[in-house]
T-cell receptor, first 110, second 119 residues
Framework: AQSVTQLDSHVSVSEGTPVLLRCNYS??????LFWYVQHPNKGLQLLLK??????LVKGINGFEAEFKKSETSFHLTKPSAHMSDAAEYFC????????FGAGTRLTVKP | GAVVSQHPSRVICKSGTSVKIECRSL??????MFWYRQFPKQSLMLMAT?????????EQGVEKDKFLINHASLTLSTLTVTSAHPEDSSFYIC???????????????FGEGSRLTVL
């Protein structure tokens, strides 16, 4: 069985400052890992994915994530937050089954 | 690219009626479909997993007779909420994984979600 832990339920940053959303996973197998963003009352949009190629993955809207096997982490980062980044973010692991993290709500202050 | 089309996006129904939500995969074969329910300000709760042509596997605590899932083809899966009650009001989302051009995409594609309100 696998699990996904998003370490922060809520992250608040100021516009223009870096964003760090943390995700740790546990899995018996090497999973594919994803970050999705959800805006209010909307479906999920894929930001980026890791599928055993390059460990540093670049996604849309300036986001990137680094797969660190030794730390079983897949943290999402962005150098400079924008107001439009305010949303809910989900880390997802997919191997034999699929597990969602609990989500992290990102608030961006002007 | 691969897309999952989900509709209706919003539906309001009376208590006791049934509501059907459809998810269609475009440009790929959805061999596996996942159905989720999301409560306000919470993560997605996996309700069931279905493989094309097979009966759905429901997560613990999800009533299979209430939430009927059909995945009869590689491009269509439906979730029917039977005899809906106000407590069934929620945001329902589907996601699919499968084959695009004969290759396993190794990725999930999500529908836009359906907001169900039961009066």
């Amino acid at each position: 069985a696998q699990s996904v832990t998003q370490l922060d339920s809520h992250v608040s940053v100021s516009e223009g400052t870096p964003v760090l959303l943390r995700c740790n996973y546990s899995s018996s197998y090497s999973p594919s890992l994803f970050w999705y963003v959800q805006h209010p009352n909307k479906g999920l949009q894929l930001l980026l994915k890791y599928t055993s190629a390059a460990t540093l993955v670049k996604g849309i809207n300036g986001f990137e994530a680094e797969f660190k096997k030794s730390e079983t982490s897949f943290h999402l980062t962005k150098p400079s937050a924008h107001m439009s980044d305010a949303a809910e973010y989900f880390c997802v692991a997919l191997s034999n089954d699929m597990r969602f993290g609990a989500g992290t709500r990102l608030t961006v202050k002007p | 690219g691969a897309v999952v089309s989900q509709h209706p996006s919003r539906v309001i129904c009376k208590s006791g009626t049934s509501v059907k939500i459809e998810c269609r995969s475009l440009d790929f074969q959805a061999t596996t479909m996942f159905w989720y329910r999301q409560f306000p300000k919470q993560s997605l709760m996996l309700m069931a997993t279905s493989n094309e042509g097979s009966k759905a596997t429901y997560e613990q605590g999800v009533e299979k007779d209430k939430f009927l899932i059909n995945h009869a083809s590689l491009t269509l899966s439906t979730l029917t909420v039977t005899s809906a009650h106000p407590e069934d009001s929620s945001f329902y989302i589907c996601s699919a994984s499968g084959l695009a051009g004969g290759t396993n995409t190794g990725e999930l594609f999500f529908g836009e979600g359906s907001r169900l309100t039961v009066l």
